[in-house]
């Protein structure tokens, strides 16, 4: 990963950008410490999930607008007490 100190990533920006697309996260530092980590859009979303809401899963669930599921529950605790 490539380290950045702020005023140059702030001055270089656009080859800041690139290089998150072809070479992977890029790292920026203040004062020494990193601060934050730029990403290529396709590693953000892949990192973040399918970029797809919970709402919008669940709605893509087989099971959605059906009305008559039952579910079935154990009649036993759902965990065991420690004494």
Do not use: C, N
């Amino acid at each position: 990963m490539h380290v950045w100190q702020m005023q140059e990533a702030k001055a270089r920006l656009s080859e800041v950008v690139k290089r998150a697309e072809s070479e992977g996260p890029q790292d920026i530092t203040l004062h020494g410490q990193s601060v934050a980590v730029l990403v290529s859009r396709s590693m953000f979303e892949r990192l973040s999930g399918s970029g797809h809401s919970l709402v919008e899963f669940m709605r893509q669930s087989p099971l959605y607008g059906l009305e008559d599921i039952e579910f079935e529950r154990q009649g036993g605790l759902t965990r065991e007490v420690a004494l």
